[in-house]
């Protein structure tokens, strides 16, 4: 199992989508980067990965 393994992940503020449909998938010793422009949801990915926010959809499993 991932540690990281996130499924369908959207997140809506308002009327603005920040992030539609996201999978990510992370396994032990991998080395991940995050990179796009501002505004992109790069923190907003994590927070959600943080399980800090919870997302309107999708789904977000931690290897314990």
């Not at 009327?15 to 991998?30: F, G, M």
């Not at 399980?51 to 931690?62: D, Y």
Request: glycine share 8%; charged share 20%.
């Amino acid at each position: 199992m991932p540690l990281v393994n996130a499924k369908g992940i959207y997140v809506q503020f308002e009327q603005k989508i920040i992030l539609s449909d996201v999978d990510l998938v992370v396994r032990k010793k991998e080395i991940v980067t995050l990179i796009g422009p501002n505004g992109a949801g790069k923190s907003t990915l994590v927070r959600v990965v943080l399980k800090l926010l919870q997302p309107n959809a999708g789904i977000v499993q931690l290897k314990t």
